[in-house]
């Protein structure tokens, strides 16, 4: 059962409205309170009713027993610095950001240092959707949540915060935030990386006019599109802040693309059945675990 029964959002995008929907759904009762340092969003989050908003941090994180950050991982630094100064001892912080060694060396020491008991985390879960009118109360359910404590990470904290998760709908799992990164770099960061690719070649394609690409985009070009609509300043932050990780990844993944590219060459069709259908049987295995549906989706619902 959830503990916490005052809690804060920073940043009034999807991951925190979707929270405080979540939340108002499973237990009205408990008190939620919102910022962004954004007016034109705070006054939108206020006029949809998503939670009590304030217009500074300070009346924001107030008597709050969690404090979850929303924000970009480019401004966690800046958030924490304000934080600080004004959070309660024994008050529980955590993020949701897709980077985590980079964000826990900007928020951990400064945090234990007044008292705070940080808990990194990460819930993976989203749309290429953003804002406050993005979040729905179905969000987090049955989708995973990775915490990535470290030595100095409270058991307290870390179990409460778990069972946060929990009651959001979650499933959850501890990973050191190396591995998380890693993995992350391979299931996300990636495939977003070569979406956002794969819709800048064909925008600079001379040969083939914009509507052209839109009235005949097939479903393997719209997914691209649809990922690649994702919020811009995010996607800036995560890849300058897991540059190891990426470029790993992406050191692998241009190696797969000449061998592609040779098996093309050469006509090599038993090279690219046999690679196809090994790539084919990951996709089985997502749907098996029901992070997805096997029922088409064309995006036209």
């Given at each position: ?12 995008g ?8 979540t ?5 009205p ?19 949809i009713?998503?939670?009590k908003?304030?217009?500074n ?5 107030s ?8 924000v970009?991982?480019g ?14 001892p024994?008050?529980?912080?955590t993020?949701?950001g ?8 900007e928020?951990?020491?400064n ?8 808990v ?46 929990k ?15 890693l ?26 006019t914009?509507?052209?690409?839109i009235?005949?985009?097939a479903?393997g ?6 990922i690649?609509?994702?919020d811009?300043v ?12 990426h ?14 590219q ?30 997805d549906?096997g ?7």
């Amino acid at each position: 059962m959830n503990e916490f029964r005052k809690i804060s959002v920073i940043g009034l995008g999807l991951i925190a409205s979707s929270i405080c929907l979540t939340l108002r759904q499973k237990d009205p009762t408990i008190k939620l309170v919102g910022y962004d340092k954004d007016k034109v969003v705070r006054n939108r989050a206020k006029k949809i009713g998503l939670c009590k908003v304030e217009s500074n941090l300070d009346d924001a994180v107030s008597g709050s027993q969690l404090i979850i950050l929303c924000v970009p991982v480019g401004q966690m630094q800046a958030v924490t610095q304000r934080l600080k100064k004004i959070i309660e001892p024994g008050t529980t912080i955590t993020d949701v950001g897709s980077v985590k060694l980079s964000i826990i060396e900007e928020i951990e020491f400064n945090i234990e240092s007044v008292g705070g008991k940080y808990v990194p985390s990460h819930p993976i879960a989203g749309t290429e959707r953003s804002g406050p009118d993005a979040g729905y109360a179905g969000l987090f359910e049955g989708r995973w949540c990775i915490l990535t404590p470290t030595k100095k990470t409270n058991k307290k904290a870390l179990n409460s915060l778990e069972t946060f998760w929990k009651f959001l709908g979650m499933q959850t799992k501890i990973m050191t935030p190396e591995h998380h990164d890693l993995v992350l770099a391979v299931t996300s960061h990636a495939p977003h990386l070569i979406a956002y690719t794969m819709v800048g070649v064909v925008d600079d394609l001379e040969t083939v006019t914009k509507s052209e690409i839109i009235n005949y985009s097939a479903a393997g070009f719209r997914d691209f599109t649809r990922i690649a609509a994702s919020d811009p300043v995010m996607w800036r932050d995560i890849f300058l802040n897991n540059q190891d990780a990426h470029l790993e990844v992406l050191g692998r993944f241009t190696e797969e693309l000449f061998s592609l590219q040779r098996a093309i060459r050469k006509k090599d069709g038993e090279y690219l059945l046999k690679y196809f259908e090994r790539t084919r049987s990951i996709r089985k295995g997502i749907v098996a675990a029901g992070q997805d549906t096997g029922t088409p989706n064309f995006g036209r619902d």
